[in-house]
């Protein structure tokens, strides 16, 4: 299999490929900017690509670059859903190193597309810890503070 792109930018994996519509929606909602004065975006690389059609969480870490603390996967639930709730992957940093190691190094939160640029610019910029996002999330999917 071969390895994600490194990149400066934060990787957004398409794991979906059954309806281009809805990839094409999800893909206009990440990548325009927020509507108030700020005009806030999250900073991605997407990863457009078959060969990732169908990984799991697991499987999606361990072909990430070793210094990428968060992943974005647009799943099958992100494409499906109104609100495209994206899957956050947080690799913890004591961890980031061995990819092959158990699960316990990495986290999951659903991310709703709208929101995803808060999730994205903050972690980047290490500006907030991962876990006042998942505080903050509600039913397991974050929607903003």
Do not use: C
Not at 71 to 81: S, T
Not at 82 to 99: K, T, Y
Request: proline fraction near 4%.
């Amino acid at each position: 299999m071969t390895k994600l792109p490194k990149s400066e930018d934060t990787l957004l994996i398409r794991t979906d490929f059954s309806d281009e519509a809805a990839w094409q929606d999800l893909r206009v909602a990440v990548t325009t900017p927020t509507d108030d004065d700020a005009d806030f975006l999250a900073v991605l690389h997407i990863v457009d690509d078959r060969a990732y059609e169908g990984l799991t969480t697991r499987e999606i870490v361990a072909l990430a670059p070793e210094e990428d603390e968060l992943l974005i996967v647009a799943d099958r639930r992100a494409r499906g859903e109104p609100e495209m709730p994206l899957l956050a992957v947080h690799v913890s940093a004591q961890d980031a190193g061995d990819r092959d190691a158990p699960f316990g190094g990495t986290d999951e939160l659903r991310v709703v597309a709208r929101e995803l640029w808060s999730v994205e610019n903050n972690i980047a910029m290490a500006n907030m810890d991962w876990e006042e996002f998942v505080e903050a999330a509600d039913d397991d999917v974050f929607r903003g503070f």
